[in-house]
């Protein structure tokens, strides 16, 4: 077995490769003029774990190329962030369902498939291989106690991250809520943990995706008026477009860290070993 990836997961992929103690298989990526995407791999294993987290188009045609150019190997394909995601079903008529749309295009040439705290679990159910989701939510608590808190409240944006939330906070032990939303005019929306109190305690707001930040950098400010002493922001996948990271760091938030799904420079958590253990059963 070895392991091959895609321009953007050439980190997360070698430390797959180290954690299942194998080899990385060398590819060469260039672009033609009119940009069409070309690519060129050393010859493959019998066995592949093909590694590409799909952040934008031209990610996805290079995971779809990497995949045929895998042709003949029996392929373990490694989605550790899926572009698309979050479009799990029809919200108004004439719209596709993307989730489903890309999925589809994951079955040739794929015995399996992986995925890391997928958006929406329900859309696991698109992919014609056999694939399961894991979490890297103990990896992320596992961080958070390098930070030294006391007594540090876990909350999650809303309800439905609340699960998530439970996972990271029980490596510590540490109280876990969420964020409830009060509207308090057309205008105005008050947010708050629901039944726990933020007052002179740090707080890690956790969530699997953190895209432009808003709603964490409006929370951020209130907890501080609520008198949280210090507030965290934390994630799986750090897409931050549009300026969130420079966006979370004027709002006050201390420190704001994701895992290398999406190789960032505040990638402070590997997903390597969670797949790799995933993997290896």
């Not at 707080?203 to 432009?212: P, Q």
């Not at 895992?259 to 390597?272: P, Q, V, Y």
Request: proline share 4%.
């Amino acid at each position: 077995m070895k392991v091959i990836s895609t321009e953007r997961s050439q980190v997360l992929a070698s430390r797959i490769a180290g954690a299942l103690g194998t080899g990385i298989v060398d590819v060469k990526f260039s672009q033609f003029p009119d940009g069409e995407l070309y690519l060129a791999a050393a010859k493959p294993d019998d066995e592949m774990v093909i590694v590409g987290s799909v952040t934008d188009n031209n990610a996805l045609v290079q995971l779809l190329l990497l995949i045929d150019a895998c042709e003949g190997s029996n392929n373990h394909l490694v989605l550790p962030y899926m572009a698309y995601a979050r479009q799990d079903k029809k919200f108004k008529d004439g719209e596709p369902i993307s989730a489903r749309a890309i999925a589809r295009l994951f079955t040739h040439n794929i015995a399996d498939c992986i995925t890391v705290n997928i958006h929406e679990p329900d859309v696991l159910k698109y992919f014609s291989v056999p694939t399961k989701n894991i979490s890297v939510g103990k990896d992320v608590g596992a961080y958070i106690q390098t930070l030294g808190l006391n007594d540090p409240l876990i909350l999650s944006p809303d309800d439905g991250a609340l699960a998530f939330a439970r996972d990271v906070a029980s490596v510590g032990g540490w109280d876990c809520d969420y964020l409830d939303k009060t509207r308090i005019s057309g205008t105005e929306v008050k947010m708050a943990p629901k039944k726990i109190s933020s007052k002179s305690r740090p707080v890690v707001i956790v969530d699997d995706i953190i895209s432009t930040g808003g709603t964490i950098a409006t929370a951020a400010g209130m907890l501080y008026e609520q008198g949280a002493t210090d507030v965290y922001a934390a994630c799986v996948h750090g897409v931050l477009i549009g300026g969130a990271y420079s966006h979370l760091k004027v709002s006050g938030i201390r420190e704001i860290f994701c895992s290398d799904t999406i190789e960032r420079g505040c990638s402070r958590i590997s997903a390597a070993s969670c797949i790799a253990a995933a993997l290896k059963h």
